[in-house]
């Protein structure tokens, strides 16, 4: 059986205006670690969450008698995120009044900073709810494509990371990696690396590159609120294969990126792969909290955050017919796809050595201007 631990000795004696507070403490907690871990959690929940949210540290001399708050990780993980972004979803898609529509989302308008002269349509009145406004269109002379450089960014947003792929790890932020292999998933012949995943995940990165003179590039690009939510194609492609990661719907939010390791590969996110005129070229678009919606247009099957998935599973769709041998091209520029809310595009291709990225980290770009060229 399980006992709580009793103060004994001198200790009985030292700090009488804590002896008692002390005593019942441990005698409680001493109760609470007899319990089974699941209701264990649910009777330790409340006082983690007051102590961090209460000021001044007020639930710290808890700390003392061998209590422990779950971590801040733990406790946000445990949020239902995909079932929140489902209801965020519906509210978004209510109908809203006429006379509502203009208050509405004037206050977004100046809460997020958006720029409703790009719109195509400025009339506020026009927007039936705030989904279609997220998904709004711009002017066509808004955002010229760069036709000078072979690489654009695909959408409005914050540049997070760039650079090479180095030991099969991409930069999520400055200092935080995840894995390669565990963001755009196995290979077909993956089940050859089970004894040895060290080797498998070496092994990944060169499965990718065509050619020895190549190597692997990355940018990763964070749409915030008040961006631009639709994506296009950074430059001429064909897109011969997606798959879907059902995931968590977490915030992408820079700073929650910091903080969570591996954060894109928990979340939901769309990866579209093919070649480009150097070799390997994906696309993968991300999904945030609040952004269980992403819409590839080319990709009328795919259906996102839907209430049945299983975790660290994922889905296939070859873009290859018959009619489409190699799949489908892309123009650059061209409409591929949009996001409800703000979430996180990625971008890991196959590049001579000598690719250069224009970019600087923490920079706000918009579609159409250049990410690098040869």
């Known amino acids: 059986m399980c ?84 209801a965020w979803g519906r509210l978004n898609n209510v109908e809203l009044p006429t006379w509502l529509r203009k208050p509405v989302l004037s206050l977004y308008i100046w809460t997020f900073g958006v720029n409703m002269k790009e719109a195509a349509v400025e009339d506020l009145h026009h927007y039936r709810n705030l989904s279609e406004f997220f998904r709004r269109k711009l002017k066509p002379q808004a955002r010229p494509v760069c036709d000078r450089h072979s690489v654009i960014s695909p959408s ?24 390669l ?19 498998c995940c070496e092994s ?15 940018c990763v690009i964070y749409l915030a609120p ?4 639709c994506f296009h194609s950074p430059t001429d492609w064909k897109v011969s294969h997606r798959r879907h990661f059902p995931g968590a719907l977490m915030s992408v939010n820079p700073g929650v990126a910091r903080w969570i390791k591996e954060l894109f590969c928990h979340n939901e996110r769309v990866v579209l792969s093919g070649y480009w005129k150097h070799g390997f070229f994906s696309l993968t678009a991300v999904g945030a909290q609040n952004v269980g919606s992403i819409r590839i247009y080319c990709d009328q099957k795919l259906q996102t955050n ?5 975790k660290g599973s994922f889905n296939d769709f070859s873009f290859v ?12 520029g061209e409409h591929l796809g949009e996001f409800n809310l703000g979430s996180t595009i990625v971008l890991i291709f196959e590049a001579p050595k000598d690719f250069n990225f224009y970019l600087k980290p923490g920079q706000k770009i918009r579609f159409g201007e250049a990410l690098g060229s040869l």
């Open 3 to 86: 006992q709580s631990n009793a103060l004994q000795g001198p200790e009985l004696h030292s700090g009488k205006w804590l002896q008692f507070p002390q005593l019942a403490l441990r005698r409680r907690l001493g109760q609470l670690s007899c319990m089974s871990r699941p209701a264990l959690k649910l009777r330790s929940w409340p006082l983690t969450i007051l102590y961090y949210l209460l000021p001044f540290g007020a639930l710290k001399p808890l700390t003392r008698v061998r209590w422990r708050p779950v971590s801040r990780v733990s406790l946000y993980k445990s949020v239902p995120t995909r079932l929140l972004s489902r």
């Open 156 to 179: 409005d947003g914050k540049i997070l990371s760039f650079g090479q792929v180095k030991n099969c790890e991409v930069e999520q932020v400055k200092g935080i990696t995840y894995s």
């Open 181 to 199: 292999q565990s963001f755009l998933g196995p290979h077909a012949n993956h089940d050859n690396c089970q004894n040895d995943p060290t080797s």
């Open 204 to 218: 990944f990165q060169k499965q990718l590159v065509t050619k020895d003179s190549n190597e692997l590039f990355h």
């Open 226 to 229: 008040g961006d631009y939510h």
């Open 306 to 310: 839907s209430p049945r998935y299983s």
């Open 321 to 332: 017919t018959s009619k489409d041998h190699e799949g489908i091209s892309m123009r650059k």
